[in-house]
DNA sequence: CTCGAGAATTGATCCGCGTCAATGATCCGA
DNA sequence: TCGGATCATTGACGCGGATCAATTCTCGAG
């Protein structure tokens, strides 16, 4: 066990068997975590730690304190808030390789719930906020990554303010089609054909896209019907024409790789 | 006129007068450049710039680049996207002493227009960059007002994608309501009927709050109706009951200081 | 002052989709 | 294998707010 001081606390961690994790990291190089010196980088491995959270449950509710951030590793993390009256929004959906968590600040406004079963690799916060302020790279990718986001949050917000069900629900199935292919296959190598799952159960769907699951049933048999998919099983689609469904979403540059 | 190198330009600019210009700014303590060492405070003066955009005016369209960044010294600029068939949102509203411009990348996904008459103080982009780069604290700085953005952003996700044209009405009044006594007045010093001017005309609102100029007219009467606020012109209101607006807005935290 | 153009209000109508309800599918523990 | 629970599908209905249209208000030019 080695003990290390980040400013306002100190951590007692194991360095040899955290260092192995990053090593057999899935999503490492997607993360921030590749842009970390080796310094930096031993840092990061040794205050971080796995965590497994079930469908359904909790993270951090809001106006909690999240003294720990992270990356998603597997499955599904949903930001949301709910009112007063029951009704609720999410805000974001958190994939494999993304940033999760409220920095810099001791609370969050939107409670962090894992939508399937859900595997995240989390730091300390205040730890994580020495480290970052004393690595300006590690900041200036943060940065980046904060202001990616927060274009991917402006392009939902004309999806909720102005864009009807249909539309909605097929800038969804693109979104899972352009995350299944980040990998980064070469354009010639596309399928045709590609499957699309539902990561996430019909509620949460609904709740991203500011609808109901009713609709959700509705249009997607409609476009079964219009052969623009076809319903492997109530979870998993092919897509039979993706130019079609990206005309449909009416937000083109998510699909540019199929022309329609 | 003095000569500096911003690593891939020179930029020749008369020192003296701009130097002046960021003592007379008043924003310049809500804006980043008050967070700026003395050198990086003496840079930014020496590459800023002030332009005026009559309401209307395109400043950058969608798919632009964008080669300039800067802060709003009075007016409002709307951010927003146009899909093909004519509809727009509004993603954001920046109003003075917010930070504009699309840093780190070469293109925007929405288009910068000025929603009233209005003055910006710019930088050169490139330059800009640079400064972040050299200067950590400067970055650290946009980085928490990214982050706020972010939320904020979010929270009109929630307005959205589960209120309804009552409650967007009522949040957009606090919202306004709050800018307006961002100058930190003292609690027991709150008026207890504020007045609000709309900056923008109903056109805009309807964009930003994803609803129509005849819903806003409809709902202005409706609450002028039920007492919560007076028409005193078409674009000025005096808030009889703050608290009631808040409770419509069903977003108690947008306005702490009127309790219910 | 008048005139015309753009902005806001007000009224009438209609439709997308939310709501409620019933049925069907899947899964799991007993 | 059965029964209960959870989730998805399908149908019937109604409402909030978009749409279309007419009127009123505002303001700058002449």
């Given at each position: 066990m080695a003990e290390f001081d980040f400013g306002d606390r100190v951590v007692q961690i194991n360095q040899n068997s955290l260092q192995s994790k990053c090593d057999t990291c899935p999503i490492h190089n997607r993360?921030?975590?590749?842009?970390?010196?080796e310094d930096a980088a031993r840092e990061l491995a040794m205050i971080s730690r796995t965590r497994r959270i079930s469908a359904g449950q909790t993270i951090v509710t809001e106006q909690?304190?999240?003294?720990f951030v992270g990356n998603v590793v597997s499955g599904v993390v949903k930001l949301s808030k709910t009112l007063e009256d029951g009704r609720q929004q999410i805000v974001g959906l958190l994939f494999p390789s993304d940033f999760m968590g409220h920095i810099?600040?001791?609370?969050?406004r939107f409670a962090y719930e894992a939508a399937s079963d859900v595997e995240i690799c989390v730091f300390d916060r205040k730890a994580f906020e020495t480290l970052v302020q004393n690595n300006p790279e590690i900041q200036h990718e943060l940065l980046l990554k904060v202001l990616t986001e927060l274009d991917a949050t402006r392009e939902w917000m004309v999806l909720l303010g102005c864009q009807n069900a249909r539309e909605r629900i097929a800038s969804f199935l693109l979104m899972l089609l352009r995350r299944s292919l980040?990998?980064?296959?070469p354009k010639e190598d596309l399928p045709p054909n590609p499957t699309i799952r539902f990561p996430i159960n019909r509620k949460n769907i609904a709740l991203f896209l500011g609808t109901t699951i009713e609709t959700i049933s509705r249009q997607i048999q409609s476009m079964s019907k219009a052969r623009i998919l076809k319903i492997i099983d109530g979870n998993t689609f092919e897509i039979i024409n993706p130019g079609r469904l990206a005309k449909m979403a009416n937000h083109e540059e998510w699909l540019e790789d199929y022309p329609v």
């Open positions: 993360t921030m975590c590749a842009f970390a010196g909690d304190s999240l003294d810099f600040s001791d609370h969050t980040q990998t980064g296959c």
